[in-house]
DNA sequence: GCGCGGCCTTGATCCATATCAATTGACCTC
DNA sequence: GAGGTCAATTGATATGGATCAAGGCCGCGC
């Protein structure tokens, strides 16, 4: 009968937060969950310094998430894809310390935090979850770290590349081939470095074969994946991240 | 009777993880940290790889948590003075994904991992306490980002001093003189320059008398806050955490 | 208290990438 | 399909900080 969706019979619940949860437990969890009408593109999630209530899983759509420095620049602090959660890092916080926008038309489930957290009282393995999500983010802002204060031009772009592939693959997609929803300039921000540096490197990459010359700009067709790999001169760390043998 | 530490008569509690139990869930707490001999300078609390099997909270002296990269060289995640925590990150990995060495001699309360898991279900309140370290831990990640990726050398270093002024100050110690207890080679790798600027930086802020010039470089004095605080161009929220005003 | 070795500073040079300035391209509206 | 707008590319130039190369200083061991 119903059409609408659930936890249950929703095909990301392998990489969201329900992972390993009992029938009876994501019912729980499917109860307290919001879903709201689509966000379009451009449109806010949430803004920094709103009142803290809800994280959101995001369901379709590509959301990015940025603070403002005191001149009024955004730092993009990441792109967050299908099956992942966003706004975790306003724990601890009465208001969220960063902006959501939707880079597309978006859906999100919208899951207070009260709620969830009387929940994982409740339930261990959510409890577990949460922590598992939270570390992985921490360790993904490390590796951030490290690209942002030792990776060259390249370095950057490639472990962009290659991190953006194996998370379109672990939900089914093309690891090869993909659409970047973001500008070039949303890239530039966040890998930080200059627009104009992030179309060289492309253009760059095209020359040598690693990329396809493709249409359109956003459009990326990944050639030669060994060099790309060899490009992005991985810590191991994020080898292991991005399930690359070695 | 008892000259040994605990939990309850320790002078860091109130900003350790035991904050808002009560006597009786902090002595839960207690009964699962294991305290150990100091560290000496120069050891290792834990190596990236090793399976994860404790966080820790510092109890005195400091700790740097850096992670390798592929050619061996280590990018430093982190400075951690007492009461703070070390190896949250690891949550959600097997392994720690980075390691820790002591600055000074430092001693360590060890939590090992499946206690704290057990009795933060038993503990809404530490629960929930440990979700808001992570947090916060995510939006000085966060922060970091920002200033790797916008600011420059004057701005880092700046932001860095007020940083640690900021914490020692919340500690009860002197937010305007206090020693530096890592290697200008660690501030330089943390904050993402070289070495030479980092020493250029410092003495440029001694002659515009923004610091003084202190009998040994680990010595810091400052002298102009203001200057420094502008110096800094901190974005609203690392304000916010530093508890400046405007 | 003397000498050794690592840490720190200072100066000279170089280079990767930012910045500035057009140009091209994609798409949208009328 | 002409004109407008915004995004992306490309080229020319500038520069902040890295790198290279010496010294100087300080703490530590003997």
Redesign the pocket.
């Known amino acids: 009968m119903s059409l609408t969706t659930h936890c249950s019979n929703c095909s990301l619940h392998p990489l969201c937060l329900p992972l390993s949860l009992k029938t009876s437990e994501m019912d729980k969890l499917d109860a307290i969950i919001r879903r709201g009408r689509p966000i379009k593109k451009g449109e806010l999630l949430f803004a920094q310094g709103e009142p803290f209530d809800s994280v959101f899983a995001v369901r379709t759509g590509t959301v990015k998430t940025y603070t403002l420095t005191q001149e009024g620049d955004e730092q993009i602090t990441g792109f967050h894809l299908a099956s992942e959660l966003v706004g975790l890092d306003a724990y601890d916080s009465p208001v969220y310390p960063a902006s959501a926008r939707a880079l597309e038309t978006t859906n999100v489930c919208e899951i207070p935090v009260d709620r969830l957290d009387a929940l994982s009282g409740q339930l261990p393995e959510l409890r577990r979850q949460l922590l598992r999500l939270m570390g992985r983010e921490l360790r993904e802002d490390q590796q951030m770290m490290l690209l942002l204060s030792k990776?060259?031009?390249?370095?950057?772009i490639a472990s962009f590349l290659l991190n953006l592939a194996a998370r379109f693959r672990r939900r089914g997609y093309s690891g090869t081939q993909f659409r970047?929803t973001?500008?070039?300039?949303?890239?530039?921000n966040y890998?930080?470095?200059?627009?104009?540096?992030?179309?060289?490197?492309?253009?760059?990459f095209?020359r040598q074969g690693i990329l396809a010359d493709s249409?359109?700009?956003?459009d990326i067709e990944i050639v030669d994946l060994t060099a790309l790999t060899q490009m992005a001169s991985l810590a191991d760390c994020e080898r292991l991240e991005l399930g690359i043998s070695a």
């Open positions: 990776k060259s031009a390249e370095e950057r970047l973001m500008a070039r300039s949303d890239i530039a890998l930080g470095m200059a627009v104009e540096t992030v179309s060289r490197v492309f253009t760059r095209q249409s359109s700009a956003r």
